[in-house]
C-alpha cells in the first residue's frame, strides 16, 4: 500500500515528516532492510523495551542519500518485496508494522490520500507507551481502543487516567502526530492536562 501511494504521488511530494519529500520518506523505509534487516532488529527490540536512539541528522541524511542513489522506481521496487525475517519476528513485528504504517500515514496526510489501518496496529501501543514513558505523567493508563482493545501501564495505586480513541489515533498521538479526532480522555484535571499537552517524538 505504501508503495502504491508513493507512486501514485511521485518522488517530490510533501510528507508530514519535517522537510523530506516521498523520495526520502521511501529511502529511509527501504534502509531498514539492509544487512537483512539486523541492526534494525537490534534497535527494535531495544526501543520496544523504552531505550531511546537519537541518531544524528548528519547520519540520517547520509542513509537517506545512499538509498536514494538507486533511484524512485528501484526503492518502490524493494518495498514490494517481503521484509527480512528478522524484521518480522515476534519481537520487533508490531515495530515493523508502526514504522510503515506511520509513515504511510505521513504521506497520506500530507497529500490528501486514503488509507487503510492494519488489524494489528494496535499492537504497538504498548511499545509506543513504554517509549514515551518518561514524556508520559506518572500515573496509572488505562488506553483502550474503539474495538475494545485494553492495556493499563504504571502504577496501581495513585492517579489514573483513561484514554479511549480508535488504534490509529491513538498511534498517531504517541508518535508525536496529530489525531484525526481528539482522544477521549478520563482523568483528574492535573494528568489530563498533562496528557492534552504531551508531544511524543519518535
Known sequence: MLADSLEAVGPQAPTACGDWRAFDLAA???????AA???TFCVRVLAARGVQFHPRQQVADWVIGRERRAGYPAVISRLRQRSPRLLLAPAVAASTLFEVWMHHDDLATANGL???TPEHLGESIPLLVRYQANRLPTARLVVRTNDDHEW??????GPSAVL?????DLVRWLAGRRPVAALNIEAE????DQLRTFVGKI
Open 28 to 34: 529511509h523505509v527501504v534502509a531498514a532492510e539492509r
Open 152 to 157: 493499563a501501564f504504571g502504577p496501581a495505586s
Open 114 to 116: 486514503a488509507h487503510g
Open 189 to 192: 484535571v492535573a494528568v489530563a
Open 37 to 39: 534487516g539486523a541492526p
Open 164 to 168: 479511549t480513541s480508535p488504534a490509529a
